[in-house]
């Protein structure tokens, strides 16, 4: 397998739970508002008020980094599940 093939392959591995959780937390959180929207919608805006700026950037650039150190180590896993066929030599005909 390919170098980028590898990686792309890798990406999906990632992605997929990831999204799974994301959509989870999604329907976690719109059940929580429908139950009790005063309460949930108190809890939002008292999250949102504590976070800033530099915390979301520091955060986003550890999740970046540590998303691509993931990606290539499966990527080079997977490289070497499936290694790239051996060049045949070309019979004369």
């Known amino acids: 397998m390919k170098p980028f093939q590898a990686r792309v392959v890798a990406?999906?591995?990632?992605a997929l739970p990831l999204s799974y959780a994301m959509n989870v937390d999604r329907y976690r959180r719109?059940?929580?508002f429908s139950a009790?929207?005063?309460?949930e919608a108190a809890i939002q805006?008292?999250?949102a008020q504590r976070i800033s700026f530099v915390a979301i950037?520091?955060?986003?650039?550890?999740?970046?980094?540590?998303l691509t150190v993931?990606?290539?180590a499966l990527a080079n896993l997977i490289q070497g599940w499936f290694p790239d066929p051996p060049a045949s030599a070309k019979t004369g005909a």
């Not at 009790?36 to 309460?39: C, L, M, S």
């Not at 950037?57 to 540590?66: K, N, R």
Request: glycine share 0%; aromatic share 14%; charged share 10%.
């Open 11 to 14: 990406a999906w591995i990632v």
């Open 30 to 32: 719109i059940a929580r």
């Open 36 to 39: 009790n929207p005063a309460a």
């Open 45 to 47: 805006i008292q999250k």
């Open 57 to 66: 950037f520091i955060f986003l650039f550890i999740v970046v980094v540590v």
């Open 70 to 72: 993931v990606v290539d």
